[in-house]
């Protein structure tokens, strides 16, 4: 559910930015979450 959450959070960050140093941020965030959530899936 974290994950989730922080994903929708780097997205909403995305579509507010018009800056592309951000969006390149946001990208190497959101690889981070999907590593986070695979990490989540083997635990459980």
């Known amino acids: 559910?974290?994950?989730q959450e922080m994903?929708?959070?780097?997205n909403t960050i995305a579509?507010?930015?018009g800056d592309a140093e951000i969006s390149?941020?946001?990208v190497e965030i959101?690889?981070?979450?999907?590593?986070i959530k695979e990490q989540v899936?083997?635990?459980e």
């Open 1 to 3: 559910f974290l994950a």
């Open 7 to 10: 994903l929708r959070e780097a």
């Open 15 to 17: 579509s507010k930015s």
């Open 24 to 26: 390149r941020d946001i």
């Open 30 to 35: 959101k690889g981070a979450i999907d590593r």
């Open 41 to 43: 899936q083997n635990v």
